[in-house]
């Protein structure tokens, strides 16, 4: 134990936080590693642009381009983070054998076989997207399509994902959750708002609707607020996320670069904990809109993490990341992402929530904004420190010489 470790360990102890028990706890929360950081969202399946009205900038060199890249990188960046993990995956990830190929409405669990084999070997859990976009059938409308070929080859997709998903879930042992998001929208005022949505929900009960089972695989809805190119109106809005959700018994999925600028995650989850089960969250980083930013220590992040943590229900909250930064080398942008959530999470972890919210029913305003205050200069870096070193990752700085280190020996040599 360091020095300041004792101390840190002291002064939480005062306020009667056992930091040898949350270093335990925060160890054991799962975080859900996007495979998307690694390649720009490119993924294996279509050589096209990515579209959707999602967007990553820059091309710092190092990209990974096949899935053996894919996979080192991914192993560089488990080494740096400390902690439980689960490799989030989407369709487009799927993986042939020489020759082979097979479009997204007929991807079997055989073509994710090589992500589970490194899964497995590694005792990480599966998430899965199915892939909505970078499709030439995705150019318009996908499950809220007016086109019947187009719908009905999308909703064979969602299902054929479904069917993927429990595959991940049998073979890890691990439940699965399958996150649902279409880019579905228009760029201008629709005539029609209504239509598109109802087509919509008569898809994801076609996708549904071949039953699954649901203590295997948390099916997920993500809604948004608009995309590039799509910027009048988002089929899944927020209104039609939550009530299809609660409706037909699925997981609500909020990813905070999905709201208006002045909206703010961090308020919304208390009240979904109240009306749903389950809950799964995207963290992302938006800056002035849904630019997916590397996630940093900032308030709002510190805030999800203590609206997670507060509520008491961390076993009830899927917690993934979803950035993509292609402007900054790969890797490092991956392992700040995961590391910075994670101190959110130990931040949150080290508050005294029950003491802070029994001044607030007393009324005790004055002396909770002193707290609060006062916590923000708590020696949690002593503890964070104490936390790598019980992973055996580094702290500090000192992770980049390794990241460094593997672009001099690897990433820079893809060209
Ligand atoms: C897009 C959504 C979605 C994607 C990933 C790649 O705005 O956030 O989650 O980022 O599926
Ligand atoms: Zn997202």
């Not at 939480?12 to 706890?25: E, F, L, R, S, W």
């Not at 899935?67 to 490799?87: C, F, Q, S, T, Y």
């Not at 809604?223 to 609660?246: D, M, Q, R």
Request: aromatic share 10%; glycine share 8%; charged share 25%.
């Amino acid at each position: 134990m360091t020095n300041e470790y004792a101390i840190a360990k002291e002064r939480y102890a005062a306020i009667g936080i056992d930091t040898d028990a949350v270093i335990d706890t925060l160890k054991n929360i799962p975080i859900s590693l996007h495979c998307w950081q690694g390649d720009d969202v490119k993924g294996f399946d279509f050589k096209g642009a990515l579209s959707g009205g999602i967007q990553t900038t820059g091309n710092y060199p190092g990209r990974a381009r096949t899935p053996a890249e894919l996979m080192a990188d991914i192993d560089k960046v488990l080494a740096l983070d400390g902690g439980a993990h689960k490799l989030n995956l989407h369709a487009c990830y799927a993986i042939f054998e020489e020759g082979e190929w097979a479009d997204r409405d007929a991807l079997q669990p055989k073509h994710f076989a090589k992500w589970v084999e490194f899964a497995k070997a590694r005792g990480m859990g599966i998430d899965f997207n199915p892939t909505f976009f970078s499709h030439p059938k995705a150019d318009g409308l996908t499950l809220a399509s007016p086109d019947e070929e187009i719908r009905a080859f999308w909703v064979r997709h969602g299902q054929a994902c479904l069917r993927i998903a429990e595959y991940f879930a049998n073979e890890t042992g691990i439940p699965c959750v399958m996150n649902v998001w279409i880019p579905d929208g228009y760029k201008d005022i629709p005539a029609d708002r209504l239509s598109p949505r109802a087509t919509f929900a008569r898809s994801m009960d076609e996708i549904l609707g071949i039953g699954y089972d649901r203590e295997k695989v948390l099916v997920c809805l993500e809604s948004k607020v608009f995309g590039i190119g799509l910027e009048s109106y988002t089929v899944g809005s927020a209104e039609f996320g939550l009530g299809y959700v609660l409706s037909r018994g699925i997981v609500p999925l909020m990813d905070n670069g999905h709201y208006h600028p002045t909206e703010v995650v961090s308020d919304k989850i208390s009240s979904m904990l109240l009306f749903s089960p389950k809950l799964a969250l995207h963290v992302t980083r938006s800056v002035r809109w849904d630019s997916d930013h590397v996630v940093r220590l900032d308030d709002e992040t510190k805030e999800i993490a203590k609206e997670i943590v507060a509520s008491g229900r961390i076993d009830d909250i899927a917690i993934a990341l979803d950035y993509f930064d292609a402007s900054i080398n790969r890797v490092a942008a991956w392992v700040m992402g995961l590391r910075s959530f994670r101190k959110a999470l130990l931040i949150a972890l080290l508050t005294p929530h029950k003491e802070l919210s029994d001044l607030q029913k007393a009324g005790c305003f004055t002396e909770l904004m002193l707290r609060q205050e006062e916590l923000k200069t708590y020696p949690w870096g002593a503890v964070w420190a104490e936390y790598c070193q019980a992973c055996g990752v580094k702290s500090g700085e000192a992770w980049f010489e390794d990241v460094k280190q593997y672009e001099k020996d690897v990433l820079s040599k893809r060209v």
